[in-house]
């Protein structure tokens, strides 16, 4: 019985591929910073406060359509619930930003504005540890993580599948926002909160703090990135990958598709809250609209514009849906969902493999054209091997392949 010979594990990026990270990574935390502080404003390389505050809130969006992608293009669960662990993830650094404002506020009160206007008297039991910056960091990542654990795990132990689990994860976003827009909550109710003031200690609102959060930023979604490309070409990521496709295989195989599938589940939990939490303090609000069904759904469309399964295509698609809201909403306001709609009708028609995938579908073919046939290939390594010559300096000579004309 012959031995099963598995893949070899490949680089995690080509050479081309390092050469764009870094790339990526200097323009983000290096060009991007020289541009906006130091470039004159008249100048037609500055990049102003206004592009900064949009690259760096797409940034954020993008990492979750990383999550997405990883949820959904490789392991097979759309969820329509996503915006809620993005919310969830910026409530927890809202509460630690709004603490920082101190006596600051309207009412010069240790408490927030929103508590004393509701003759709060006392921090509620889940601001305790809002007021140091690790525990938050720690909550950022706990919370979303946990409620994400306790879902998951009932929802997969019951093998919820397919449309099924993503209206129940749209069902439990609209709960939690239910829940949020309650004053009593403790959450700022309609208005969530806003007005921040300082990030450990340091003023927010200054050029230099939005340059850090939007260099820090675009560091999180190249680690993001690369941790995604890693775990993606690891033994695990291949049992994902094959869960999308047979998971009834996969069980037949001897694996329990339960840990792997929760696993992944809580971890795009984790990116969406560290991406709400990177996304507050550069926006400067946090309210339950976070955690609208369609904040969800357009998560969705990010990846699928994109192209699932690619993990560049999400980022791409997240920038493009994201750039063309920014304009549109501007230009023509009242025609902008409309688009959306119409946007997520053509990827499902005529693009089911996003750009990132229309791209690749493009140069095979143009690889096709430029290649020539195996049989011609196979003449000219003949004659080259005969007449001593490099198979190269035979390609430019019309060799026809024996059989040709038959």
Known sequence: ?????????????????????????????????VLNMWVPVDSPLHMS??????????????????????????????????????????????????RQI??????????????????????????????????????????????????????????IKGVYFSIITQAMTFAAMLLFFRNETGFGGNNGFTDFKRILGIPIATQEMRMTLFALTGATLLGFFLFAKWLIGSKFGRVLQAIRDAETRVMFSGYNPLPYKLTIWVISAVMCGVAGALYVPQVGIINPGEMSAANSIEIAIWAAVGGRATLIGPIIGAF???????????????????????????VTLFLP?????????????????????????DARRAVAAEQGVETDAMASLPVEAKGARA
């Open 320 to 346: 493009i849906v994201n750039g063309a809201k920014s304009w549109l909403t501007v230009a023509y306001p009242e025609y902008w969902l409309y688009f959306l709609g119409a946007l997520f009708i053509a």
């Open 1 to 33: 019985m012959s031995k099963v010979t598995l893949p070899t594990k490949g680089p995690l990026l080509s050479g081309k591929g390092w050469t764009a990270f870094f790339v990526a990574l200097i323009v983000v935390c290096a060009v991007a910073p």
């Open 102 to 159: 101190g006596r600051d506020g309207n009412y010069k009160s240790d408490l927030p504005d929103f508590m004393v206007f509701l003759d709060w008297k006392t921090l509620p039991w889940h601001w305790t540890f809002s007021d140091s910056f690790i525990a938050t960091l720690v909550l950022v990542v706990a919370v979303p993580g946990l409620i994400a654990f306790v879902f998951g795990f009932f929802a997969f132990r019951s093998r």
């Open 353 to 377: 493999n996003g750009i990132v995938g229309l791209v690749r579908k493009w140069l095979s073919r143009e690889k096709k054209k430029t290649t020539p046939p195996e049989p011609v290939q």
């Open 49 to 98: 406060d206004y592009a900064v505050a949009l690259v760096g809130k797409i940034m954020c969006y993008a990492i979750c359509a990383l999550a997405m992608d990883l949820i959904w293009g490789y392991t097979g669960i759309l969820s329509l619930g996503h915006g809620l662990f993005f919310a969830l993830g910026g409530y927890m650094m809202g509460m630690y930003l709004m």
